[in-house]
């Protein structure tokens, strides 16, 4: 009877949130603050297209002036689930139509260039404050909740986590209930249920079947709800990995690289009791984990990926859809490079499509770090080699100072491009060759003292003969 009103409860509280929301209309918000330590930075604010593809959508952007002062007007249709990146922070704040937000940001901190391109060194995850919040104002809500649930996890760590104690759990989800009475606010009370299931996760992994029917078999899956995403990336990690492991669905490898779509989908709807919405969001990110998993065909994930563009989905999961394709496919081998702007340090503009019927080295590269210099070394022997077939491109950070009197070869040049988003550049040397025809050919290509010389002689070598085989 518990379950069956936990359910009912679960039910209900997705609906009026899924009412609250359509009628929400848009409206705008408008968010301030004053935060005279981060005097004239710029924070941009985005929230994200779907949990699945985790694409971003900017919505603006935090001008900070001379005094510490920023005002920004965003108009928004739903509540939003925002976030910012910024200083080794990763900010989060729900926005609601119509509503004021004074945000206080965090102590300012000055990273330097190393820090920020560490991939290693995860952000900080905060809520962002707010002035004078109300006690039952969403955020404020949120944040008193998580903080009770770290101190309770923390306290309990190794019953819960490591003992997997039924009975801790069911302890700490007590306290939360008391402490947390059931309010109004229909988003704080699917926080609060999907952030508990955490809880519950810990005890079996989210395998059994009674947690998969409370918390997803007959719910919809939620894009604003930051602990819905949480929960369902955990759950569903490499999930056609699990199915295909286990003997009585071992036909799921069998589907995926033959790419039956729709197959797929009937099994996950009426063997695994899924609701089409969920069923469409476990493919999704399925397909996603499985390109990198040498157990599927990356050439029929992708066409799954096409056959969801073909099928009668939703424009929404379309949309994702297109977005994960992109993702796994962008700096692919055959693929066309990104668009970097480049300028030489004579303020000339340069581009990969100034030197056609060329092969092309990008090199990110650092000429004031130690290991750079001596790839850029590497690289003078290596030019002196091909000096007719290959253009040489160094993008260095922006050092007006700058000048190659070491006799380095190639063009320097600087880009204002995002280089981390569009050539995934976190640390120097990093490098792409560029084909004659004007497409990625190496992604990402040997740094120079890496086996550079070697690759780029069987490139050449296998061009003179199909050059040989052409003219007989």
Not at 239 to 258: G, M, Q, R
Not at 365 to 383: E, F, G, M, S, Y
Request: aromatic fraction near 12%; glycine fraction near 4%.
């Amino acid at each position: 009877m518990t379950t069956v009103n936990n359910r009912k409860l679960l039910s209900a509280i997705l609906f009026l949130m899924f009412l609250l929301i359509q009628n929400s209309g848009s409206a705008t918000v408008h968010i301030s603050g004053k935060a005279p330590d981060y005097a004239g930075n710029s924070i941009h604010l985005n929230t994200l297209h779907d949990f699945i593809s985790e694409e971003k959508i900017k919505l603006g952007t935090l001008r900070i002036n001379a005094e510490g002062v920023f005002s920004l007007d965003l108009d928004l249709a739903e509540t939003t689930l925002c976030f910012a990146d910024f200083d080794g922070y990763h900010g989060m704040i729900y926005l609601v139509p119509g509503k004021s937000y004074e945000i206080l940001l965090p102590p300012k901190r000055t990273l330097t260039e190393s820090q920020k391109r560490n991939p290693f060194v995860k952000p900080e995850q905060i809520w962002f404050g707010t002035a004078n919040p109300d006690a039952n104002e969403l955020n404020y809500q949120i944040q008193k909740f998580e903080q009770a649930c770290i101190i309770l996890e923390n306290k309990y760590f190794d019953q819960i986590f490591r003992n997997q104690s039924k009975a801790l759990v069911d302890t700490v989800k007590q306290a939360l209930d008391k402490e947390f009475p059931i309010t109004k606010s229909t988003i704080f009370e699917s926080h609060k249920l999907f952030r508990k299931a955490n809880l519950d996760f810990a005890l079996n992994q989210g395998k059994t079947i009674g947690f998969m029917e409370k918390y997803f078999s007959e719910t919809k899956p939620n894009n604003q709800l930051a602990a819905y995403a949480t929960l369902f990336n955990q759950v569903f990690l490499n999930y056609f990995n699990l199915l295909a492991n286990n003997s009585k669905t071992a036909e799921i490898s069998s589907l995926v690289n033959h790419a039956e779509l729709k197959k797929l989908d009937d099994y996950f709807q009426k063997q695994l009791h899924f609701n089409t919405e969920l069923s469409h969001s476990v493919l999704l990110k399925s397909l996603k984990d499985a390109y990198y998993s040498k157990q599927f065909s990356k050439a029929s994930v992708l066409m799954l990926l096409d056959e969801v563009k073909k099928s009668e989905w939703s424009s929404f999961e379309q949309k994702t859809a297109e977005l994960i394709r992109l993702q796994l496919t962008w700096l692919s081998s055959g693929s066309n490079p990104p668009v970097l702007l480049l300028k030489n340090f004579e303020g000339r503009k340069v581009s990969i499509s100034d030197f056609p019927n060329k092969y092309v080295y990008l090199h990110f590269t650092d000429p004031v770090n130690t290991i750079c210099r001596q790839h850029l070394d590497a690289l003078k022997t290596i030019a002196t080699h091909y000096p007719d077939k290959l253009v040489i491109i160094n993008v260095i950070p922006d050092r007006p100072t700058f000048k190659n009197d070491s006799n380095w070869p190639g063009i320097f040049t600087t880009t204002e491009s995002n280089i981390e988003e569009t050539y995934k550049v976190k640390t120097y040397p990093n490098s792409f060759l560029i084909g004659k025809d004007g497409k990625l050919l190496l992604s990402p290509a040997p740094n120079p003292i890496d086996g550079l010389d070697r690759q780029l002689g069987q490139i050449f070598k296998s061009d003179y003969y199909k050059e040989m085989q052409k003219a007989k």
